[in-house]
């Protein structure tokens, strides 16, 4: 089938689906990623900071899909921020990734205590944009504060704001911001797998209202989840490494959840972040070495 996509800002269309590999280990990412074309995605987003670039181009390589089907994305580490130095971790991404150009290269989080730093990450962004290096650039974990201090300092708006949502945490300002400032707001852990880390948390999947909308349509939690998403236009990046749950993710084309039901969703946000704060994020906490192709 032939995969919906979203229209960013400069024109350039990206899958609404996509497959992520955040603490996929480099051993099992070819196989996630031969397994995700095969089943029809074409979109794959990775970063510097997962070291798993070059298992993603092996994969993709090994694929039978042509290099220019698939959307590829990366990110820049904040321990590579900096003019030159962003400049250079894109040569290091390119190369192990195998390819010439990224079709979406982002800056991983903003660095608060150092935003100098992340500015002249960004200008070098621009630059690989005007450059043709890459096709299209933007930012992840950037809340408002962040972003309007990067428009009032850098030409290009980003093309996206990978950020943390999901039905128990949606940062609905933060997407209202996105999208009045031409922003695709793509989600990260879209299906709630953040929820389930800690034991005493309240788990995404077991969730009443998911599981009886699923019911309705034959589908699971996590399918109704990322219906939900893409119906409020949101790009998605789930994880797995199990090519039955790959296939599952990806099998949400087939039906549509109402406005009843989507407001069912809207009504479980929480306002609890799973992940890092962004205003905690620095050099000497989470710096570290990205190392060269």
Known sequence: ????????????????????????????????????????????????????????????????????????????????????????????????LGVDQIDLFILHQALPSAFDKTIAAYRALETLLSDGRVRSIGVSNFMPEHLSDLLEHTEVVPAVNQIEVHPYFQQKQLQTLDRERGILTQAWSPIGGITSYRESSRRSFDEPVLLSIGERYGKSAAQVMLRWHIQKGIQVIPKSTKPERIAENFDVFDFELTGDELAQIDALDTGKRGGPEPEAITLETFGRVIPEA
């Open 1 to 96: 089938m032939t995969v919906p996509t979203f229209t960013l800002n400069n024109g350039v269309e990206i899958p609404a689906i996509g497959l992520g590999v955040f603490q996929t280990p480099p051993a099992e990412t070819v196989a996630a990623v031969s397994a995700a074309l095969r089943i029809g995605y074409r979109h794959i987003d990775t970063a510097a900071a997962y070291g798993n670039e070059r298992e993603v181009g092996q994969g993709l390589r090994e694929s039978d899909v042509a290099r220019e089907d698939v959307f590829i994305e990366t990110k820049v580490w904040i321990s590579d921020y900096g003019y030159d130095q962003t400049l250079h971790a894109f040569e290091k991404s390119a190369a192990k």
